[in-house]
């Protein structure tokens, strides 16, 4: 089955602590995105990637970090810098740039 | 920039009842149009979409008419069940480079039996 997988679902880090979020698609997709949503709000891009080996600061890229080695992965940093990090964070991808997105199940990160 | 404007929720309703869920857009090129559908817990699903004016996207009962003229895609479904029970988020997608998405701030519904 084609689709995105984020793992884990639920993710629990002490405060001052880095800790990585994965995010794999195998829909060969070239663009990669993601997102935090706070609860009862809308979506706010971190950081996006259109094509391997390349990735853009979003809206609130600040105590974030990501890399795009592979085609297919684009995993997530949240570095003791973000000062607030729990959040539900949100992977998707689109074949191209401009196309619709399609999402992952979501990973929550608490920060304790 | 664009934005995307929703209905403030959260929107209740019988079951069996006619939904619409308001959305208008401003944008400076020509945009795809998007409705997602967020179940507790989990990511988006693509629900539908539009990609032209007077373009009429649907999928499960839902709707929406891309209505140029009025900057509109208002989401409906002529009998609400108590699994339509979501969060409802109306996108765009602008063909200016560096645009790309836009997501409005959602809509929550509850349909009760």
């Known amino acids: 089955d084609g689709g995105i997988t984020q793992s884990p679902k639920y993710l629990f880090r002490k405060e001052g602590q880095n800790v990585t979020l994965s995010c794999e698609q195998n829909?060969?997709?070239?663009?990669m995105y993601w997102y935090r949503q706070d609860p009862g709000q809308g979506l706010r891009l971190i950081y996006y990637s259109q094509i391997v080996n390349d990735f853009q600061k979003g809206d609130i890229a600040e105590g974030y970090s990501v890399s795009r080695e592979k085609k297919e992965s684009f995993p997530l940093t949240v570095t003791s810098a973000q000062k607030n990090p729990t959040a539900f964070y949100l992977c998707a991808s689109s074949p191209r740039w401009e196309d619709t997105q399609y999402f992952g199940p979501g990973t929550r990160l608490t920060v304790l | 920039g664009d934005s995307v404007t929703q209905m403030e929720g959260p929107v209740t309703l019988s079951e069996e009842a006619f939904l619409t869920i308001n959305c208008t857009y401003t944008a400076t090129g020509y945009p795809s149009l998007f409705w997602y559908v967020q179940y507790p817990g989990e990511g988006l699903q693509l629900l539908l979409k539009a990609t032209k004016a007077d373009d009429k996207g649907s999928n499960k009962g839902f709707e929406a008419t891309y209505r140029k003229e009025t900057t509109s895609f208002h989401l409906e479904k002529g009998s609400v069940q108590v699994s339509d029970s979501a969060v409802y988020f109306c996108?765009?997608?602008?063909?200016?480079?560096?645009?790309?998405?836009?997501f409005g701030p959602g809509t929550r519904l509850s349909v009760l039996p």
């Open positions: 829909l060969n997709h070239d663009a």
């Open positions: 996108a765009l997608s602008d063909d200016n480079y560096g645009q790309n998405f836009v």
